[in-house]
């Protein structure tokens, strides 16, 4: 644990959430019955699978579904790594760890590689997982047809039917309209060839991460009380016309100032001068590989916002 | 005014009563029934022309139609005509799918020769049937398109169904199909709600036609359209339905739009069909009252 996120724990935990947390935010019974929804979920990857959420010591919305698939997963032998946005360090980040280590136990994590469960809101970390982890991902809203239809009886009978042309219509009016999908985040993916699925907010750049990955992701909604996931090795491909490829995000000639990788997520902050200054969206893996390492962790606390 | 309607049908050289050769037409019905309320055998009695009413006196259920047989060939028009309340758009609407019959039997065939009994199908394999081999065209455009999606966009629609992949050939098929239908390539992609009545018909007709249907189901196309508007749209579906090899069912009140496009005809009234024959010798020749009744308005 760097000393800056461990002060920063303390100072928002107190703002945010009052004194120690409570060790029964959520009970046995609670994570069995997550438990049993995470089995359906993987057993048929894709599928969304109702559980019932939770209140929570954080508000729906704030990463309440994350919270209780994190909390159903881990054991007290197991580290955990959350992340905002790709930092650890942000008060949303930092409240939701110290509720997960006061529940369960268990070890506070921020190197990807040495993490059991990462949860993370809107970021897949830039070190490839590995077989025995597992992502949280935290979903707003879980279902990829809304928007493309209103009805839910609808949504689901498109869903049971593998009857997705609406999507692939709202896909090609997206073309006709602005020359590309404009999907930047949350972009529509079709999981071992039978369920679309919303990725939640990750950008476009984390897409590919998803398919064949060596981790168990987990995705869950606490405020619509779904649980969908993909199980390690699955098929996860973005909804794509053959003839217009699927691109990720890429600004040519973008660096990161403090690391120097052209090859991560970078964030683009607008400078005085009007120029733009690159920074890697995933705080940790950027204090790991810049030049000298031990001289940085002053400056990594500016570029959490 | 003595033959029998049976006889009647097969002077027409439309047979009815005596089992279809199944290869022969695109979609072959016997008695199609479709109840609202009490399905039982007591809702029958007491409904239909003879009684001058669709409601059982026994139950209360509607009747909509019952007993009603039909046959249509490939590359042929069948026209079904009636007044509203009269179980034209229910039998329409039981052969789409989009409500299940109470009784009855359809056979459908088609371009490939395959066979199936619609009437056995799920709802889910019925859909499937609505994706390339049944097509309809509503006299509610809202019921057939997409109003916030633009003309191309809904005629992508069946062809992503179908599995269409590539965008490219996606916009070049949609392009034919509204040059087809006379849209304005230049309007193709805005969206349909701001079309006029007659131009949304025609989206909806390039809509039907984009997997090449073996049966295309027509309800009122040009009903609530300015006459000289319909006009318009009626020439475009007469030269199509001559230029495909289509099974096409034409349901209207109106006998002008009947005279335009078909060929055979069945005249319901109450949820049954009363007269059945070729359209321009039951034009001349109207043996029922009711045909009478409505030919004579028609000319009127
Ligand atoms: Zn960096």
Known sequence: ?305 | MSLTLHERAQYAGAPLASPAPAPAWTLSVRGLGKIYGDTSEESIAGTGPEFGTAVSPNTGAIVAAWGVDLDVAPGEALGVIGESGSGKSTVLRCIAGDEPATAGEMLFTDHGGSTERLDQLSPTERRRMRISDISVVYQDPALGLTMDVSAGGNVADPLTAAGWRNFGRIRSRATELLQRTEVPIARMDHPVKAFSGGMKQRVQIAKSLANDPSLLLLDEPTTGLDASVAAGVLDLMRGLLEETNVAAIVVSHDFSVIEMLTTRVIVMQHGRVVEAGLTDQLLEDPQHPYSQQLVAAARG
């Not at chain 1, 994350?66 to 650890?88: F, H, P, R």
Request: charged share 25%; proline share 7%.
């Open chain 1, 1 to 305: 644990m760097t000393t800056l996120s461990a002060e920063l724990t303390e100072r928002s935990v107190e703002q945010l959430a009052g004194d120690a947390a409570p060790r029964d935010i959520f009970d046995e019974l609670s994570k069995r019955a997550v438990r049993r929804a995470l089995l359906t979920a993987i057993a048929v990857p894709g599928y969304q699978v109702p559980f019932s959420s939770r209140e929570m010591p954080v508000a729906r919305g704030w990463g309440s579904g994350g919270l209780q698939a994190t909390l159903a997963l881990i054991g007290a032998d197991d580290n955990v790594k959350v992340i905002d946005q790709g930092e650890d360090a942000g008060v949303n980040a930092t409240n939701l760890r110290r509720l997960i280590v006061g529940n369960a136990g268990c070890g506070e994590e921020t190197e990807t590689g040495l993490a059991d469960v990462i949860q993370s809101r809107h970021r897949i970390p830039e070190e490839p997982l590995k077989d025995g982890q597992t992502l949280v991902l935290q979903v707003p809203v879980p279902e990829p047809l809304r928007g493309v239809v209103g009805s839910m009886d609808e949504q689901r009978r498109m869903h049971a039917e593998g009857d997705y042309a609406k999507m692939w219509v709202r896909l090609y009016e997206d073309i006709v309209r602005n020359g590309v999908v404009s999907h930047s985040a949350d972009y529509p993916c079709l999981v071992n060839g039978r369920y679309v699925i919303a990725p939640s907010p990750i950008p476009r750049f984390d897409v590919p991460k998803l398919n064949d990955s060596e981790a168990l992701v987990v995705l869950s909604a606490g405020r619509e009380k779904r649980i969908y996931a993909i199980p390690p090795h699955t098929r996860v491909e973005p909804l794509t016309f053959e003839d217009v490829p699927f691109t990720v995000e890429h600004t040519e000639g973008a660096a990161c100032v403090f690391c120097g990788s052209d090859d991560t997520y970078l964030i683009g902050v607008p400078e005085e001068d009007g120029t733009t200054r690159w920074v890697c969206s995933d705080t940790d893996w950027c204090s790991r590989h810049r030049p000298d390492d031990d001289t940085e962790t002053e400056t990594e606390g500016e570029v959490s916002r």
